[in-house]
């Protein structure tokens, strides 16, 4: 007779079939993402990964942690996790110009999507999930703007400028004239003539530091 399983083997194996099934879901979620949100129901998803409903639903709990699932794991698979290390960035005007980088190779990269903030005028779940990841947007830009020195006042005048600056919406508009690059450029342009016009200056850069 064969040894039973045991049962870190057994446990182990269970927890790469779900993770297996975690990713067809997400990948056929993304796929249908392609036509519009309204394309991701929960039965059309079930459907295009070869799934039951019950199992999305153990997986994800609710349409909109499929969501989420969906945008997280474009982020990683793209590269936005990085967004980490350019907050961490030494020179925080520098980080600022790193971030609108790291935003428009991403946004680049999934051209579909700019045309998807469109439908959360009609989607309540879908505009939630876009507003989570606006928020770490603008979490990004807060931190880096923080430790440039300046008032604290127009700080938050600045930050709020450059949140409008750096929207996926801004993004679509220079993009039907440049690649994803060159939009990054105009925006950078942008936001730092609003820091400067501000008077937000990286420590030690400002009047009296002999710099």
């Known amino acids: ?11 182990a194996k269970r927890e790469a079939a779900a993770a297996e099934t975690r990713r067809l879901i997400v990948d056929a979620a993304n796929r249908l993402l392609e036509g519009g949100p309204a394309q991701v129901s929960m039965e059309a ?9 019950l199992t999305l ?35 925080a ?6 971030a609108i980088d790291l935003l428009c190779e991403f946004w680049g990269a999934h051209p579909s999507f700019a045309g998807l903030h469109d439908a959360a005028a009609v989607d309540p779940e879908f505009a939630a999930a876009l507003d989570t990841r606006n928020q770490r947007r603008r979490m990004v830009f807060d931190t880096l703007l923080q430790r ?9 005048d600045c930050a709020d400028l450059v949140f409008g600056l750096t929207n996926m919406a801004m993004f679509r508009a220079l993009s039907v004239t ?4 060159g939009v990054a450029d105009v925006m950078k342009t942008a936001v730092f003539a609003v820091i400067d016009a ?14």
């Open 57 to 91: 639903y153990k997986q994800f709990g609710s349409r909109s942690g499929l969501l989420e699932a969906v945008f997280d794991e474009n982020g990683r698979r793209w590269g936005i996790a990085r967004m980490a290390q350019v907050m961490q960035t030494p020179d």
């Open 1 to 11: 007779m064969r040894p039973p399983e045991s049962r870190p083997y057994v446990s």
């Open 198 to 211: 501000y008077g937000l200056v990286v420590p030690g850069n400002g009047p009296g530091s002999g710099a």
């Open 45 to 53: 998803v079930a459907r295009a990964a070869g799934v039951t409903r």
């Open 178 to 181: 440049r690649p994803p690059a």
């Open 148 to 156: 440039l020195d300046g008032d604290d006042l127009r700080r938050r």
């Open 93 to 98: 005007r520098e980080g600022i110009g790193q």
